[in-house]
């Protein structure tokens, strides 16, 4: 048992500042006062104690081939199967996948990441070898796999469920890349087999302008509307919407992720992450392909807070953004699946202890720290 004392402590859903103690047990908060005290007392005076980040999106096995390609177009870098980045898996070794995918995640620990949820290449092998990497890593991955029999312009219907039953025994969902590489029959069988088992659907929508174009073109829809109509639980970019597109989502309850420094990197432009939480959505946060940005979720918030006042002339809210790394996970319906709590009683312990700079515990996470001033990540429920 301890307690992390004189601490500024960002409660709840909504990130309430309070100078509390915590008092924790066996991995779970059981006390939060101004006079809680038990075992031993870790005195933190002032620091910032913030949940721990969840990275809402990544693709960590692409870590083999960091920086490679800089400069080249979304679909030259990552659409299967030709993108340099699917013959670079398909030439790494086993190992190779299994270290470089292991540090990281270990990049992602020291900077106060607890969870991730990761679109997993390379099928049910892809997903044992990330499970694999994770095991002496203090992380918890929520794995989204995928099959090659996903693709084709025909591709056969049965074949698609078997493969998506098999990985759904192992993985938390299924994720393929986007709707250019996918039928409308295929989307439907991942979102309805993931929702009979209670698993995760994701897709990736929207991220470049031609992605919509091509869309409406073949089909009249634009991807998002596509990626709601075909109900996937969870809906990744956003960058490009069209006309109603995020009045849709926000009537359909899908979650969303947005990747803003990933977009920068393939210069697809910038998520509206404001027109998004005025629409009342609540985003996460991704840093996306590891081969294009470190999976360092402090970086992430720093430049989502520069690049929206840049970009829209519009300022976003400092707690809005931390939210979108930690708690608004705690309002999705895959909450099962993920299992990332906040700071409360009786919840698990998870959170980051951070070094104070500045009065806005806000900002001082987002503007301030350096991985270096993260002073304690508390985090025992990695393997559960
Ligand atoms: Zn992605």
């Not at 990130?15 to 991995?27: F, K, T």
């Not at 996948?97 to 290449?121: C, N, P, Q």
């Not at 070898?129 to 312009?153: C, H, N, Q, T, W």
Request: charged content about 25%; hydrophobic content about 40%; some cysteine.
């Amino acid at each position: 048992m301890f307690t992390i004392a004189n601490g500024i402590i960002l409660k709840g859903a909504n990130l309430v500042p309070h100078r509390e103690n915590i008092v924790v047990d066996e991995g779970k908060i059981i006390e939060i006062g101004k006079d809680s005290r038990e075992g031993k007392i870790i005195d933190v005076e002032g620091a910032v104690v913030c949940p721990s980040f969840i990275n809402g999106h990544i693709h960590i096995g692409d870590s083999i081939i960091k920086d490679e390609g800089y400069s080249l177009s979304l679909s030259e870098m990552v659409k299967p199967p030709n993108g340099i980045k699917h013959v670079a898996l398909a030439n790494a070794s086993d190992d190779e996948l299994i270290e470089a995918m292991k540090s990281s995640m270990w990049d992602m620990v020291h900077s106060g990441t607890t969870h991730f949820i990761d679109y997993r290449e390379g099928g049910i092998k892809g997903v044992k070898l990330l499970k694999e990497a994770s095991k002496d890593v203090p992380i918890k991955p929520i794995i989204l796999g995928r099959d090659d029999s996903f693709y084709g312009e025909d591709p056969d219907l049965n074949k698609v469920k078997i493969a998506i039953r098999k990985i759904l025994k192992i993985a938390d969902g299924i994720a393929p890349s986007g709707f250019g590489e996918i039928t409308m029959d295929v989307a439907e069988i991942i979102s309805s087999e993931c929702e009979k088992a209670g698993k995760i659907s994701s897709i990736h929508v929207a991220e470049s302008e031609s992605n919509q174009i091509e869309s409406l073109n073949e089909y009249g829809l634009s991807e998002i509307e596509k990626g709601v109509k075909t109900n996937f639980s969870q809906l990744v970019h956003l960058t490009n919407p069209k006309n109603n597109d995020l009045k849709m989502v926000c009537e359909s309850s899908q979650n969303v992720v947005v990747c803003p420094r990933a977009n920068a990197t393939l210069n697809v432009g910038v998520a509206p992450l404001n027109d998004m939480l005025n629409l009342g959505l609540k985003p996460l946060l991704g840093t996306d392909n590891v081969m294009l940005n470190s999976p360092n979720m402090l970086r992430e918030l720093e430049f989502s807070l520069k690049i929206m006042s840049v970009y829209h002339n519009d300022y976003i809210g400092p707690v809005e953004l931390l939210k979108m790394a930690t708690t608004n996970v705690c309002g999705f319906e895959i909450n099962d699946v993920i299992r990332k709590s906040m700071i409360r009683e009786n919840d698990f312990a998870e959170f980051v202890v951070f070094n104070s700079f500045s009065k806005n515990p806000y900002l001082n996470i987002i503007n301030r720290v350096e991985t270096k001033n993260i002073l304690y990540t508390i985090n025992k429920r990695f393997n559960v």
